[in-house]
């Protein structure tokens, strides 16, 4: 079965870090786009980064330096390291697989970031 | 913040047919890439309804359909049931800003 699994989140300070993890099981992240989306409380969906295949990586301009997403191509798991974390970086964040035309499917249960002071 | 607009609520009732537009413009929809559609449950996360414009993944009861025009898209549903009620989002890429989704749209069955 193909499935996602996201731990890591949690209650943060402004201007703290936080490290999510995306353990992938059966399928290969390394051999797909795959991708982190987040929704504020209340609010839509909001599409945060990419790390294709090939290891490119690109990210929303609202987490552009501040957020980076890599891959443990052994542990078969995506991660997002989130530094300089603002209020306003406040969600659920899922993670999911990216398909050839560009779709997201499957995603995983989502991982609750709570930045406040 | 999103740039495929998607009307805030849709509301009918049981066995009825409701549709949820998905406007877009010349970088996303309009440039050819296709047309996604996700439902919402309430507390769950989203799920796969509608791929490529018009598909439907295995599971997903034809009462659901999806159809793109130019810089727009829609989504049908027929034969309203009461468990179709949760959020519906489209979602396309964008030249400019990559992925993009819409604004959300909740249905509601009377």
């Known amino acids: 079965e193909v499935q996602l699994v996201e731990s890591g989140g949690g209650l943060v300070q402004p201007g703290g870090s936080l490290r999510l993890s995306c353990a992938a099981s059966g399928f290969t992240v390394r051999s797909n786009y795959m991708s982190w989306v987040r929704q504020a409380p209340g609010k839509g969906l909001e599409w945060v980064s990419v790390?294709?295949?090939?290891?490119?990586?690109y990210y929303a301009d609202s987490v552009k330096g501040r957020f980076t997403i890599s891959r443990h191509n052994s542990k078969n798991t995506l991660y997002l390291q989130m530094n300089s974390l603002r209020v306003e970086d406040t969600a659920v964040y899922y993670c999911?697989?990216?398909?050839?035309?560009?779709?997201?499917?499957?995603w995983g249960q989502g991982t609750l970031v709570t930045v406040s002071s | 913040q999103s740039v495929l607009t998607q009307p805030p609520s849709v509301s009918g009732a049981p066995g009825q047919r409701v549709t949820i537009s998905c406007t877009g413009s010349?970088?996303?929809?309009?440039?050819?890439?296709?047309v996604h559609w996700f439902q919402q449950l309430p507390g769950t996360a989203p799920k796969l309804l509608i791929y490529g414009n018009s598909n439907r993944p295995s599971g997903v009861p034809d009462r659901f359909s999806g159809s793109k025009s130019g810089t727009s898209a829609s989504l049908a549903i027929t034969g309203l049931q009461a468990e179709d009620e949760a959020d519906y989002y489209c979602q396309s890429y964008d030249s400019r800003l990559d992925y993009v989704f819409g604004t959300g749209t909740k249905v509601t069955v009377l």
């Open positions: 790390i294709y295949s090939g290891g490119s990586t």
């Open positions: 010349s970088s996303n929809i309009g440039a050819g890439y296709d």
């Open positions: 999911a697989r990216v398909r050839p035309r560009d779709w997201f499917d499957p």
